[in-house]
């Protein structure tokens, strides 16, 4: 049976507006325990954010934290679709070189899918399945 990306996805993303702040976005993931958050522009998915870009892209680069989102999201959208087979959410992520990537029903964000998401599908017994199934650190 093949599984599509709907079966393995995260529903419901978290958003972050472009103009929201760095630490509005970094407070997000902490409270929802996620590494990334859909970023959207009036109400359209326009990017993603995570944790990497967070400390990559706005920490070593010297931003605070009322810094806005568009300073350190990735804008270039590498998007799959709930019915998509789970080999296609492989090879975007693979040619694309992401480890997340937002799940799209038209214009609407509906989940997202991540490496780790993949990995307890495709290679349960993987380390990174057992690393991404684990109760996080706190």
Do not use: F
């Not at 990497?52 to 680069?61: K, Y």
């Not at 998007?79 to 992401?98: H, I, K, L, N």
């Amino acid at each position: 049976m093949v599984q599509t990306v709907a079966d393995v996805m995260t529903p419901a993303p978290t958003a972050v507006d472009l103009s929201d702040t760095i630490q509005v976005a970094a407070r997000a993931m902490a409270s929802q325990d996620v590494g990334a958050l859909v970023v959207q522009s009036e109400s359209r998915t326009v990017g993603i954010i995570t944790d990497r870009d967070l400390v990559v892209r706005g920490l070593a680069e010297g931003l605070g934290v009322e810094a806005p989102v568009r300073q350190v999201a990735s804008e270039e959208l590498v998007t799959v679709g709930p019915s998509d087979p789970v080999e296609t959410a492989v090879e975007v992520m693979r040619s694309a070189a992401v480890r997340r990537v937002p799940v799209m029903d038209g214009d609407v964000a509906v989940g997202i899918v991540s490496i780790g998401d993949l990995a307890i599908t495709r290679d349960p017994s993987s380390a990174l399945a057992d690393i991404s199934e684990a109760e996080p650190n706190r």
